[in-house]
């Protein structure tokens, strides 16, 4: 059996192993074998694999048992059980014997609400008989295909490489697309593109357009410049310094085949090395600390973002953010004239929580988002906070 195949073993309830939610992420990227554990990871799995939570932090409607479906996330099962679904370590204790390869939880799969002592756990096992004994059964499945995400990932994963802020103007120095083939303007999936500069040995670029400044809403400081995504192309030959043809000396640009377009492709445009995929260890948790800020913009041309949207946020790891971070959208009180009052003053009416955002990448001054959930479309200036 290769790798990439894993066994789950459920045992019965009294020495029933528990997953941490916390350490099932990462699916997209993660290579099989060792999966990386941070320290705080390894310390709340410790502790909650006993203490498990307050029965006052689940929902209202957490159900006794619940057979995970395809298509589950396991921020969506969290919802079902806590009200406050960033903090699910704190549901889900760690299978510790395992931790540097970490069981994930398989559609098929039962999970059982544990109330006992004042405490609530989430355990994973399979009933047998009255009682709801859980009975050993080894599972045998496709680490990268059939273990559920954290979160849904078809939203965020086209962004990855897409979303880039460079800090000052890099792309100036960067390769750029001369020409197309046969004198076009713009250039589609296929076609050829010549292209002048250092390739550094890289052979797989994006393709970018004149960065657009990010300015915080508040201050009016340049945060980074958004690099406007186009498309992507792949090195196909190097130019010669001789034309083969009339053996004179030449400017002969290499060649480029775009390989896909988001965006017109043409003339003037800049490439970037596409970087590695690495392991993306997508954690939601809420900050430790206060995080506030603003929304520089929504990605792209729209003015105003809902659900499963991505926004940028004034804030970095400067700022102590990190990928993962579960932030709340505010939506700012009204000014009003209060008519029942004979001196009519103006007053602000309260701001309202009315969504969630989920950061799934930081660069040093600013961050991407995805919007989890929202009430009212969401805008540049909207305030969030930590949940």
Request: no cysteine; aromatic share 6%.
């Given at each position: 059996m290769t790798r990439s195949k894993r066994f789950a073993l459920s045992l019965p309830r009294a020495t029933a192993i528990t997953l941490a939610l916390s350490a099932f992420v990462g699916l997209a990227f993660a290579q099989p074998g060792n999966f990386p554990i941070t320290p705080q990871q390894r310390s709340t799995a410790q502790k909650v694999a006993q203490d498990g939570i307050p029965l006052s932090e689940l929902s209202a409607t957490a159900p006794d048992q619940y057979t995970v479906k395809s298509g589950d996330t396991l921020w969506d099962i969290s919802k079902l059980y806590l009200t406050s679904p960033w903090r699910w370590p704190e549901l889900w204790g760690m299978n510790l014997d395992q931790i540097r390869n970490p069981h994930l939880i398989y559609p098929g799969q039962m999970l059982f609400l544990d109330k006992s002592n004042g405490r609530a756990r989430l355990r994973v096992g399979e009933?047998?008989?009255?009682?709801?004994?859980?009975?050993?059964?080894?599972?045998?499945?496709?680490?990268l295909r059939d273990g559920i995400p954290s979160i849904s990932l078809a939203q965020i994963e086209p962004f990855l490489n897409e979303a880039v802020v460079f800090e000052n103007h890099e792309l100036d120095n960067s390769p750029r697309i001369v020409s197309a083939q046969d004198g076009r303007v713009l250039l589609s999936r296929g076609d050829l593109a010549y292209v002048r500069g250092n390739l550094d040995n890289n052979r797989s670029f994006r393709v970018f357009r004149?960065?657009?400044?990010?300015?915080?809403?508040?201050?009016?400081?340049?945060?980074?410049?958004?690099?406007?995504?186009?498309g992507t192309a792949e090195y196909l030959r190097k130019g010669e310094s001789v034309s083969p043809l009339t053996k004179r000396d030449e400017i002969i640009p290499d060649t480029f085949t775009i390989s896909s377009v988001r965006q017109e492709i043409r003339a003037g445009d800049r490439l970037s090395p596409t970087p590695g995929r690495e392991f993306i260890n997508f954690v939601p948790h809420a900050p430790s600390g206060d995080m506030t800020g603003q929304i520089i913009a929504v990605y792209g041309e729209a003015l105003n973002a809902g659900q499963n949207q991505i926004v940028s946020l004034n804030r970095g790891s400067r700022d102590g953010m990190e990928r993962g971070h579960v932030?709340?959208?505010?939506?700012?009180?009204?000014?009003?004239?209060?008519?029942?009052?004979?001196?009519?003053?103006?007053?602000k009416l309260p701001d309202e929580r009315h969504g969630s955002l989920f950061v799934f990448k930081v660069f040093n001054r600013v961050s991407y988002a995805l919007?989890?959930?929202?009430?009212?479309?969401?805008?540049?200036?909207?305030?969030?906070?930590?949940?």
């Open positions: 009933p047998v008989g009255a009682g709801g004994r859980l009975s050993p059964r080894v599972r045998s499945g496709d680490l004149e960065p657009a400044p990010l300015v915080d809403p508040t201050t009016r400081e340049v945060l980074g410049y958004e690099g406007v995504f186009l932030l709340a959208l505010w939506r700012n009180g009204n000014y009003i004239i209060d008519t029942t009052d004979p001196k009519r003053p103006t007053i919007i989890l959930n929202v009430k009212e479309p969401v805008g540049k200036g909207d305030r969030f906070t930590q949940p």
